[in-house]
């Protein structure tokens, strides 16, 4: 059974940081694509940061992320970061953890049940 649970999530002030961890039951090495993805009231989901682990490792981020947010992988706590930086208003969303695996070219993806980011002054 698979199991994602982030954490993490908070409140903080515009320009602040901060870092989400998602905790992975089986290990991370199971796992074709590990990443995080956000949703706002109102808004669909959208990817933040992914690793893709098809043919070799493959970063890729929203484009709002680029340069503020880094995701990271650590094999030996099974856990996937996403360090946040320069936060802004926008930013504030559900942050969710996802997984991915393909079996038999079929694809499943795994989620976490989210954690809340504020960003306000």
């Known amino acids: 059974q698979v199991q994602l649970t982030e954490s993490g999530g908070g409140f903080v002030q515009p320009g602040g940081s901060l870092r989400l961890s998602c905790a992975t039951s089986?290990?991370?090495?199971?796992?074709?694509?590990m990443g995080w993805y956000r949703q706002a009231p109102g808004n669909q989901r959208e990817l933040v940061a992914a690793?893709?682990?098809?043919?070799?490792?493959?970063?890729i981020y929203g484009d709002f992320a680029e340069g503020r947010f880094t995701i990271s992988s650590d094999s030996a706590t099974n856990t996937v970061d996403l360090q946040m930086n320069s936060l802004k208003p926008e930013d504030t969303a559900i942050y969710y953890c996802?997984?991915?695996?393909?079996?038999?070219?079929?694809?499943?993806?795994?989620w976490g049940q989210g954690t809340q980011v504020t960003v306000s002054s």
């Open positions: 996802n997984a991915g695996i393909v079996v038999d070219q079929k694809p499943y993806d795994y």
């Open positions: 089986p290990s991370i090495g199971s796992f074709n694509a």
């Open positions: 690793i893709l682990r098809i043919g070799g490792d493959r970063i």
